[in-house]
């Protein structure tokens, strides 16, 4: 047998730098691979349909849920954002492991269906940085940021259902730590016995 990927909830509240993290994640780590969701929200300058998200009709979404393609979905300010099953399982069969980008409602979706799936809650280092950094992004009119703003305590007030909490107040520091995840699971029992189950065998040899 071949050792199977892992699956990863990433979760934070808007403007805790989850995005950023998780591309430099797949900069460094050649294993991971981000699952890419499907939305009905529009597509911002600089993104790229199947790249960024899967954008897609609110008719097909809900389509997609009836016909069950979802692994999870979520209602986040007025759009709907999804996980396809089979993709994820593709990916965890061939060995690779998969980051989930998705909120706390998504992670107890998930974590009903995958037993053995890894959830981080990645934080912010204070209310004041958080509001920072989602007006610092000019993506979004005043009114928007004081709604994630609003909506920040609420997605905080679940992080004790994750496995690891990550501090994200200096980059580099919330990125090696989240490696250090991904690295320590690869290195655990059942992990490395199917890997090596071959020099295991040796080694038992009397």
């Known amino acids: 047998m071949t050792a199977t990927g892992t699956l990863y909830i990433i979760s ?113 280092p204070s209310q004041a940085e958080l509001r920072s950094r989602l007006q610092g992004r000019g993506t979004d009119e005043q009114a928007v940021v004081d709604h994630r703003m609003e909506n920040s305590v609420g997605e905080i007030e679940h992080y004790a259902e994750f496995d690891y909490l990550v501090i994200n107040d200096q980059f580099e520091i919330a990125l090696q730590e989240l490696l250090c995840i991904f690295k320590a699971q690869r290195l655990r029992q059942a992990q490395q016995q199917l890997r090596h189950e071959k020099l295991l065998t040796d080694l038992l040899v009397k």
């Open 12 to 124: 934070a509240p808007s403007g805790a730098g989850k995005t950023s993290l998780v591309k430099a994640i797949l900069a460094g780590d050649s294993q991971v691979r981000v699952s890419v969701s499907d939305t009905t929200r529009v597509m911002r300058d600089g993104e790229q349909n199947g790249v960024d998200y899967n954008f897609v009709t609110m008719q097909t979404f809900d389509r997609q849920i009836e016909e069950h393609v979802y692994l999870e979905y979520a209602d986040v300010f007025t759009n709907k954002y999804g996980t396809s099953k089979n993709w994820v399982d593709a990916q965890l069969v061939s060995g690779v492991d998969v980051v989930l980008e998705i909120d706390w409602q998504g992670a107890q979706q998930v974590r009903n269906l995958v037993k053995d799936a890894v959830s981080i809650f990645i934080l912010p």
